[in-house]
Nanobody
Framework: QVQLAESGGGLVQTGGSLRLSCAVS????????MGWFRQAPNKEREFVAC????????YYAESVRGRFALSRHNAKNTVYLQMNNLRPEDTAVYYC????????????????????WGQGTQVTVSS
């Protein structure tokens, strides 16, 4: 059974940085992708970014492009989300999610297409 565990959240001031980690256990991925989503209070869960396990191809939501960066360490089965120049509107619970299918690109922003999820980590950006 695949298990995902996020870490690295916290409180930071506007303009600050955080690095989130998502460690995967129970399976080693050679295909598919790892995604990051976030959910702010009273808002729907939204896509943040994703990265493929095979080639490291990345995609970002427009709201975070240029500020957030994904990387992966395949040997450690871990994905990292480096978040720079944080803004108050980035405040949310951040979730990592995985999917093993090879058709992930077309539906990469759809949370329902990811089949394993972490418990989430809170990121709070103060103004």
């Amino acid at each position: 059974q695949v298990q995902l565990a996020e870490s690295g959240g916290g409180l930071v001031q506007t303009g600050g940085s955080l690095r989130l980690s998502c460690a995967v256990s129970g399976r080693t991925f050679t295909s598919g992708a790892m995604g990051w989503f976030r959910q702010a209070p009273n808002k729907e869960r939204e896509f943040v970014a994703c990265i493929s396990w095979s080639y490291g191809t990345t995609y970002y939501a427009e709201s975070v492009r240029g500020r957030f960066a994904l990387s992966r360490h395949n040997a450690k089965n871990t994905v990292y989300l480096q978040m720079n120049n944080l803004r108050p509107e980035d405040t949310a619970v951040y979730y990592c999610a995985s999917r093993p299918d090879r058709t992930w690109v077309e539906t990469r922003t759809m949370s329902t297409r990811y089949n394993s999820w972490g418990q989430g980590t809170q990121v709070t950006v103060s103004s």
